[in-house]
Nanobody, 121 residues
Framework: QLQASGGGLVQAGGSLRVSCYATGRTSSTLVMAWFRQAPGKEREFVAM????????YYADSVKGRFTISRDNAEKMVYLQMNTLKPEDTAVYYC????????????????WGQGTQVTVSS
């Protein structure tokens, strides 16, 4: 349903873009979101975007550094991450299935497999 890619190792201050390809029962009318989970921590909200791309929302910890976007024709959602910090190190998951903007993970029905982002200091 959702396939995430683009993770990797980057130095602090660098940039990385992760992508998510949505197939099957996922719909372009649904909200798309990114969450992340660091070792030993709960999965946390990062960013979300409505179906048209006209509305986005970010966690305070990434605001001004990360940008979420989507291309419904290509069934893709992207997370451009700039000025990365070691504390951004986590597995990043894309999610969908909610018709409303929501920051809680239980609102999302479909999840990608995750892609590892590691930021070295």
């Amino acid at each position: 349903q959702l396939q995430a890619s683009g993770g990797g190792l980057v130095q602090a201050g660098g940039s990385l873009r992760v992508s998510c390809y949505a197939t099957g029962r996922t719909s372009s009318t649904l909200v798309m979101a990114w969450f992340r989970q660091a070792p030993g921590k709960e999965r946390e909200f990062v960013a979300m975007i409505n179906w048209s791309g006209s509305s986005t929302y970010y966690a305070d910890s990434v605001k001004g550094r990360f940008t979420i976007s989507r291309d419904n024709a290509e069934k893709m959602v992207y997370l451009q991450m700039n000025t990365l910090k070691p504390e951004d190190t986590a597995v990043y998951y894309c999610a969908t299935g909610s018709e409303r903007m929501a920051t809680i993970k239980d609102a999302y029905e479909y999840w990608g497999q995750g892609t590892q982002v590691t930021v070295s200091s």
